[in-house]
């Protein structure tokens, strides 16, 4: 595993300004020749090189014949690897999943609550991870909905929220729609001192935020590749912490869930003593090739080099909305804030419409605009961006 000190906190770091000079990064995403992109808390621009693995990898089915497991395998574990790397874990602690939904609905069914036990989650979270635990109530688990406004750091919300019978915490490492970024490690020691388990949707900060699930003491991690980590849809990974993989019973259970050779299959197996025990049969090979040339373009840049880049461009950009005569939604204390960043004024929703029809593409998220700029993006984006509003 390496290391890596947690960096939360815009700078004018010398070495990541120095990687936004490489042209070849803006060269990897031909889109951004005719708009501006600013949207990646939706979905993220893919690059050459993963589209370029992306076919290979149906070109590659039509020859390799009886080689195209060991393939398959092959190259979704060396994507677990670099998976593991990015968020210092270790290999055996990735499993390849479809989507977060997919992985957080494995950690909420296989947690085994049971009726009296409550999790504690905020109300605005992303849909997604809000069904899952909503789903336990019918066995009587208590999942509570915390208020907190947009904007505003919830952290101590959440923690007061806490009971003796509380099993776990779940919340995004970044909010969808203001995009506060949680301290995780503050929240991950509160757990740990009190045996609550702490689950995080990932999805937003993976792949933009630098993330340390060892330092943050996260239990379970869930997060799909679409949006920062410029992956295919259909694309995610889960993080299981070695020491608590026996706390997860999996619900279900495939040929690769298990230590048997497909050919000599023994109906006693074991299952596998890593988290690859969670696999629920084949995901998409096309997929998983993209996904590793995306996250070797994340780690060829380095994270903290894109985390201190994309802050410093949210920075900029609400310096520039606020000078301009807009409300900023987002939290602007340097410790939370994150790529998204949401804002309000006068006829927001018509300069939503202009901006998307001069091809400046943002979202429009509750009643504000949110921009969402990744290591692709630059300063012009955002002047451009300011001059139609």
Known sequence: MIRRPPRSTPSNSSAASDVYKRQDIREEFPELKNCIYLNN???????????????????????????????RNE??????KKIAELINASTEEICMVSNTSEGLNIIAQGLNLKQGDNVILLEYEFPGNIFPWLNLRRNGVDVRL??????????????SA?????????????????????NLSKIGNFCSERN?????DAIQGTGVMNLDVKSSKVSFLSSGGYKWLLSPTGTGFIYVNK???????????SYLSVDSNIENFDAESKLKADASRFRLGSISDTGISAMEKSIDLILETGIENIQTYVLNLTEYAAKRLKKKGYTIIS???PENMSGILSFDGKNIKDKYEELINKNIIVSFRKKWIRISPHFYNNKEDIDKLIEVL
């Open 162 to 182: 806490v009971d003796t019978h509380t099993k776990v915490i779940t919340l995004s490492f970044v909010e969808w729609i203001d995009g506060f970024k949680f």
């Open 331 to 333: 939290n602007l204390n």
């Open 75 to 80: 190259r979704e574990t060396k994507l677990r």
């Open 243 to 253: 020491n608590l993989l026996p706390l997860i019973e999996p619900k279900y259970l």
């Open 146 to 159: 915390i208020k907190s406004d947009y904007g505003k750091d919830p952290t101590n919300a959440i923690l």
């Open 41 to 71: 808390a939706a979905v993220s621009l893919i690059p050459l090189r993963a589209k370029e693995a992306l076919k290979y990898c149906l070109k590659e089915r039509e020859y390799s014949g009886e080689k195209r497991m060991q393939i």
């Open 196 to 200: 609550i388990i702490f689950v995080v």
